[in-house]
């Protein structure tokens, strides 16, 4: 969100489907009118018509033509849902510079957040666990397995499990090609690999006065190819104290960075270990 609070009126929703409609149900029951964009392939997208307004762009990327379809609907918020544009920090900051108020986390804190490394450093800052992290060039022998994944990436692109030291160059050149070429960011983290561990997030939410809170845990253990498939709330058979552990370092960690809007901290969990993975500045 932008820093001045301002009223919103009407917000423009840059997404499609069913993330579109439900941001559009929503400023619906709030009072707020909508802005939707569509493309050719959305001409009859349910999205477009439940919508006060739509405008057609070529993509659902395209910075200039999302302003632009603000602009001609006096849309005076923009409104990223997931995907797309929701974790890119220019398309934030080209919002906020426009005058407009981003519906979400500011543009400075996607950018340190949105990055596995800068995330994970802020995490040791405040005192959240993170597993051991390596130098590519100076794994210790003992260290296997590790897992090799890009800084700037996500979805699992860039992202290999080495379970012995004859395999730490092959996955190393393998996964900086996939980052350059996803991410056009080659660099790359190896940290200690946990084996079985399950994958628990906890959702945030902060505002302009420095409040955050959480709003309990969730488990996204079922995944495939690191995608989620399957998501339980709240996480079932966790100890208290790491279930604690879990939501009060989310909370510093996001009052750390000054965050506002909803966000997702995640977590690998393996019996009474918790180790920081990374943030979503999204919602999720």
């Not at 493309?39 to 405008?55: I, L, M, N």
């Not at 050149?173 to 200690?192: C, M, N, P």
Request: glycine content about 10%; proline content about 5%.
């Amino acid at each position: 969100m932008s820093t001045a609070p301002r009223p919103i009126t009407k917000v423009l929703v840059a997404n499609r489907g069913e993330i579109a409609r439900r941001v559009i149900r929503g400023c619906t029951e709030s009072g707020l009118a909508s802005t939707a964009v569509f493309t050719d392939v959305d001409a009859t997208s349910p999205h477009r018509h439940e919508a006060t307004d739509a405008v057609r762009v070529s993509s659902y990327l395209d910075v200039e033509a999302l302003l632009a379809a603000a602009r001609e609907t006096g849309a005076d918020a923009v409104h990223p849902g997931y995907g797309f544009l929701s974790e890119n920090a220019g398309f934030a900051r080209a919002v906020v510079e426009a005058g407009l108020t981003w519906v979400g986390p500011s543009p400075d804190v996607i950018e340190l957040m949105g990055r596995k490394d800068r995330a994970r450093e802020v995490a040791e800052r405040v005192g959240v666990p993170v597993t051991p992290r390596y130098e590519p060039d100076a794994v210790p022998a003992d260290a296997y397995p590790v897992l090799v994944k890009a800084a700037a990436g996500g979805g699992g692109k860039g992202m290999h499990v080495v379970r012995e030291a004859g395999g730490l160059a092959d996955a190393l050149a393998t996964a900086a090609r996939e980052a350059a070429t996803s991410f056009g960011d080659d660099t790359l983290i190896v940290e200690r690999y946990v084996e079985g561990g399950r994958h628990v997030e906890v959702q945030v939410f902060g505002d302009t006065h420095g409040d955050v809170v959480h709003l309990f845990t969730r488990d996204c253990s079922a995944q495939r190819r690191h995608q989620k498939i399957v998501e339980e709330a709240p996480a079932h058979d966790l100890p208290d104290a790491v279930r604690e552990l879990l939501q009060s370092s989310s909370v510093e960690l996001s009052k750390e960075v000054g965050y506002t809007s909803a966000g997702t901290v995640e977590f690998l969990v393996l019996g009474d270990e918790a180790y920081f993975l990374e943030m979503n500045t999204r919602l999720q």
